[in-house]
Protein backbone atom coordinates (compact mmCIF):
# COMPACT_ATOMS: atom_id res chain seq x y z
CA UNK A 1 0.00 0.00 0.00
CA UNK A 2 1.41 3.56 -1.25
CA UNK A 3 1.84 5.21 2.25
CA UNK A 4 3.23 8.66 3.61
CA UNK A 5 3.17 9.09 7.39
CA UNK A 6 4.06 12.09 9.01
CA UNK A 7 4.89 12.80 12.64
CA UNK A 8 6.89 15.70 14.68
CA UNK A 9 3.82 18.03 15.19
CA UNK A 10 2.75 19.36 18.84
CA UNK A 11 2.62 22.59 20.98
CA UNK A 12 5.91 25.12 20.35
CA UNK A 13 6.33 29.09 21.35
CA UNK A 14 6.73 31.82 19.09
CA UNK A 15 10.50 31.92 18.06
CA UNK A 16 10.73 28.01 18.61
CA UNK A 17 12.06 25.36 16.29
CA UNK A 18 10.33 22.10 15.35
CA UNK A 19 11.01 18.92 13.04
CA UNK A 20 8.54 17.21 11.23
CA UNK A 21 9.25 13.90 9.35
CA UNK A 22 7.16 11.57 6.64
CA UNK A 23 8.43 8.11 6.39
CA UNK A 24 6.88 6.91 2.69
CA UNK A 25 6.14 2.98 1.95
CA UNK A 26 4.78 1.50 -0.89
CA UNK A 27 6.74 3.07 -3.75
CA UNK A 28 9.87 4.32 -5.00
CA UNK A 29 10.58 7.35 -2.52
CA UNK A 30 13.94 7.63 -4.24
CA UNK A 31 12.21 8.45 -7.55
CA UNK A 32 9.87 11.27 -6.70
CA UNK A 33 9.86 14.70 -5.90
CA UNK A 34 9.19 15.18 -2.68
CA UNK A 35 6.80 18.51 -0.82
CA UNK A 36 5.50 20.21 2.09
CA UNK A 37 1.92 21.47 2.21
CA UNK A 38 0.47 23.41 4.79
CA UNK A 39 -3.24 24.46 5.89
CA UNK A 40 -3.63 26.92 8.64
CA UNK A 41 -7.27 26.43 10.72
CA UNK A 42 -9.99 27.16 8.44
CA UNK A 43 -7.84 27.97 5.72
CA UNK A 44 -6.61 26.72 2.07
CA UNK A 45 -3.93 24.77 0.97
CA UNK A 46 -0.67 26.24 0.72
CA UNK A 47 2.72 24.96 -1.06
CA UNK A 48 5.80 24.87 1.71
CA UNK A 49 8.72 23.48 -0.05
CA UNK A 50 9.83 21.40 -2.99
CA UNK A 51 13.17 19.20 -2.73
CA UNK A 52 14.47 16.79 -6.01
CA UNK A 53 14.88 12.97 -5.68
CA UNK A 54 18.73 13.61 -4.78
CA UNK A 55 18.29 16.48 -2.92
CA UNK A 56 20.41 18.95 -5.30
CA UNK A 57 17.08 21.32 -5.86
CA UNK A 58 15.13 22.83 -3.08
CA UNK A 59 12.29 25.71 -3.70
CA UNK A 60 10.30 27.50 -0.70
CA UNK A 61 7.79 29.65 -0.53
CA UNK A 62 8.89 32.88 0.29
CA UNK A 63 7.25 33.41 3.70
CA UNK A 64 9.11 30.47 5.04
CA UNK A 65 12.78 31.26 3.33
CA UNK A 66 15.63 31.62 5.87
CA UNK A 67 12.85 29.63 8.52
CA UNK A 68 12.28 26.09 7.02
CA UNK A 69 14.36 24.10 5.51
CA UNK A 70 13.29 20.79 3.94
CA UNK A 71 15.86 17.94 3.81
CA UNK A 72 15.56 13.67 2.74
CA UNK A 73 16.76 10.18 3.55
CA UNK A 74 16.55 7.95 0.60
CA UNK A 75 17.98 5.40 2.67
CA UNK A 76 15.26 6.26 5.09
CA UNK A 77 12.40 6.51 3.01
CA UNK A 78 12.04 9.99 4.78
CA UNK A 79 11.21 13.56 4.29
CA UNK A 80 12.04 15.72 6.67
CA UNK A 81 11.21 19.34 7.56
CA UNK A 82 12.78 21.76 9.75
CA UNK A 83 10.91 24.97 11.23
CA UNK A 84 12.91 27.60 13.17
CA UNK A 85 12.12 31.00 14.37
CA UNK A 86 7.99 29.65 14.44
CA UNK A 87 5.67 32.46 14.29
CA UNK A 88 1.78 31.92 14.89
CA UNK A 89 0.97 32.23 11.28
CA UNK A 90 2.92 29.02 10.71
CA UNK A 91 -0.11 27.18 12.66
CA UNK A 92 -1.70 24.57 10.11
CA UNK A 93 -1.97 21.11 9.22
CA UNK A 94 1.54 20.61 7.60
CA UNK A 95 1.22 17.85 4.78
CA UNK A 96 3.70 15.58 3.19
CA UNK A 97 3.19 15.27 -0.29
CA UNK A 98 4.89 13.45 -3.63
CA UNK A 99 4.62 15.92 -6.67
CA UNK A 100 5.45 14.49 -9.62
CA UNK A 101 6.84 17.89 -12.21
CA UNK A 102 6.03 15.12 -15.33
CA UNK A 103 2.41 15.19 -14.00
CA UNK A 104 2.75 18.50 -12.72
CA UNK A 105 0.63 17.60 -9.68
CA UNK A 106 0.92 15.59 -5.93
CA UNK A 107 -0.17 12.85 -6.67
CA UNK A 108 -0.02 11.24 -2.95
CA UNK A 109 -0.68 12.50 0.42
CA UNK A 110 -0.41 11.72 3.87
CA UNK A 111 -2.72 12.74 6.43
CA UNK A 112 -1.11 15.44 7.98
CA UNK A 113 0.62 16.89 11.33
CA UNK A 114 -1.02 19.30 13.14
CA UNK A 115 1.92 22.01 14.46
CA UNK A 116 0.57 25.44 16.45
CA UNK A 117 2.67 28.33 17.26
CA UNK A 118 1.69 29.88 20.95
CA UNK A 119 2.56 31.28 23.88
CA UNK B 1 5.03 35.04 -7.09
CA UNK B 2 1.88 33.90 -8.95
CA UNK B 3 -1.43 34.17 -8.03
CA UNK B 4 -4.53 31.68 -8.50
CA UNK B 5 -7.80 33.04 -8.39
CA UNK B 6 -11.23 30.47 -7.41
CA UNK B 7 -14.71 31.53 -6.52
CA UNK B 8 -15.34 31.32 -2.72
CA UNK B 9 -18.53 29.18 -3.36
CA UNK B 10 -20.43 27.30 -6.14
CA UNK B 11 -23.73 24.94 -5.69
CA UNK B 12 -25.15 22.61 -8.15
CA UNK B 13 -28.41 20.60 -7.74
CA UNK B 14 -28.28 17.08 -7.28
CA UNK B 15 -27.34 15.27 -10.82
CA UNK B 16 -26.89 18.31 -13.02
CA UNK B 17 -23.53 20.52 -14.24
CA UNK B 18 -21.39 22.18 -12.63
CA UNK B 19 -18.13 24.29 -13.39
CA UNK B 20 -15.38 25.43 -11.02
CA UNK B 21 -13.06 27.89 -12.80
CA UNK B 22 -9.17 28.87 -11.55
CA UNK B 23 -8.03 32.15 -12.49
CA UNK B 24 -4.45 32.74 -13.25
CA UNK B 25 -1.48 33.97 -15.22
CA UNK B 26 0.41 30.91 -15.12
CA UNK B 27 -2.03 28.73 -16.40
CA UNK B 28 -1.27 30.22 -19.56
CA UNK B 29 2.12 28.00 -19.63
CA UNK B 30 1.18 25.57 -17.16
CA UNK B 31 -1.66 23.01 -16.50
CA UNK B 32 -3.61 23.12 -13.37
CA UNK B 33 -4.29 20.23 -11.17
CA UNK B 34 -7.44 19.66 -9.37
CA UNK B 35 -7.85 18.45 -5.36
CA UNK B 36 -10.84 17.64 -3.45
CA UNK B 37 -10.89 17.96 0.18
CA UNK B 38 -13.52 16.49 2.05
CA UNK B 39 -13.72 17.62 5.97
CA UNK B 40 -11.10 16.62 8.10
CA UNK B 41 -9.15 14.71 5.18
CA UNK B 42 -6.28 15.18 3.09
CA UNK B 43 -6.37 16.08 -0.07
CA UNK B 44 -7.15 13.95 -2.95
CA UNK B 45 -6.21 14.61 -6.49
CA UNK B 46 -8.85 14.44 -9.33
CA UNK B 47 -7.62 15.97 -12.49
CA UNK B 48 -3.97 16.40 -13.92
CA UNK B 49 -2.37 17.75 -16.81
CA UNK B 50 -4.72 18.52 -19.76
CA UNK B 51 -7.65 16.01 -18.77
CA UNK B 52 -6.37 13.06 -16.88
CA UNK B 53 -7.61 11.05 -14.04
CA UNK B 54 -6.00 9.22 -11.87
CA UNK B 55 -7.43 5.84 -10.99
CA UNK B 56 -10.39 5.28 -9.11
CA UNK B 57 -11.50 8.75 -9.90
CA UNK B 58 -14.67 8.84 -11.04
CA UNK B 59 -15.56 9.97 -14.80
CA UNK B 60 -17.84 12.53 -14.06
CA UNK B 61 -14.78 14.61 -13.51
CA UNK B 62 -12.56 16.58 -16.21
CA UNK B 63 -10.72 19.59 -17.08
CA UNK B 64 -10.12 22.16 -19.93
CA UNK B 65 -7.98 24.83 -20.17
CA UNK B 66 -8.01 28.23 -22.16
CA UNK B 67 -6.29 31.13 -21.96
CA UNK B 68 -5.54 32.16 -18.14
CA UNK B 69 -8.15 30.06 -17.19
CA UNK B 70 -8.46 26.38 -15.88
CA UNK B 71 -12.15 24.67 -15.16
CA UNK B 72 -12.70 21.76 -13.32
CA UNK B 73 -16.40 20.38 -14.49
CA UNK B 74 -18.23 17.86 -12.83
CA UNK B 75 -20.93 16.42 -14.94
CA UNK B 76 -23.68 14.70 -12.53
CA UNK B 77 -22.81 16.00 -9.13
CA UNK B 78 -23.52 13.40 -6.62
CA UNK B 79 -23.84 14.23 -2.71
CA UNK B 80 -20.44 12.63 -2.27
CA UNK B 81 -18.90 15.38 -4.62
CA UNK B 82 -20.21 18.03 -1.64
CA UNK B 83 -16.07 18.85 -0.71
CA UNK B 84 -13.68 22.00 -1.12
CA UNK B 85 -11.52 22.13 -4.20
CA UNK B 86 -8.02 23.55 -4.91
CA UNK B 87 -6.45 24.57 -7.99
CA UNK B 88 -2.76 24.06 -8.06
CA UNK B 89 0.13 25.07 -11.00
CA UNK B 90 3.71 26.45 -11.06
CA UNK B 91 4.83 29.76 -10.78
CA UNK B 92 5.13 31.37 -13.92
CA UNK B 93 9.15 31.29 -13.38
CA UNK B 94 8.26 27.59 -14.18
CA UNK B 95 10.74 26.59 -11.77
CA UNK B 96 8.89 23.95 -9.63
CA UNK B 97 7.42 26.73 -7.06
CA UNK B 98 3.82 25.63 -6.56
CA UNK B 99 0.80 27.83 -5.82
CA UNK B 100 -2.73 26.98 -4.54
CA UNK B 101 -5.88 29.02 -5.71
CA UNK B 102 -8.24 29.81 -2.44
CA UNK B 103 -10.21 26.87 -2.62
CA UNK B 104 -13.65 26.14 -4.10
CA UNK B 105 -16.58 24.90 -1.61
CA UNK B 106 -18.72 22.98 -3.72
CA UNK B 107 -22.62 22.55 -1.99
CA UNK B 108 -24.72 19.63 -3.69
CA UNK B 109 -28.45 20.53 -2.72
Known amino acids: EVQLVESGGGLVQPGGSLRLSCAASGFTFSSYWMSWVRQAPGKGLEWVAN????????YYVDSVKGRFTISRDNAKNSLYLQMNSLRAEDTAVYYCASYSPALDAFDIWGQGTMVTVSS | SSELTQDPAVSVALGQTVRITCQGD??????ASWYQQKPGQAPVLVIY???NRPSGIPDRFSGSSSGNTASLTITGAQAEDEADYYCNSRDSSGNPELVFGGGTKLTVL
Open chain 1, 51 to 58: IKQDGSEK
Open chain 2, 26 to 31: SLRSYY
Open chain 2, 49 to 51: GKN
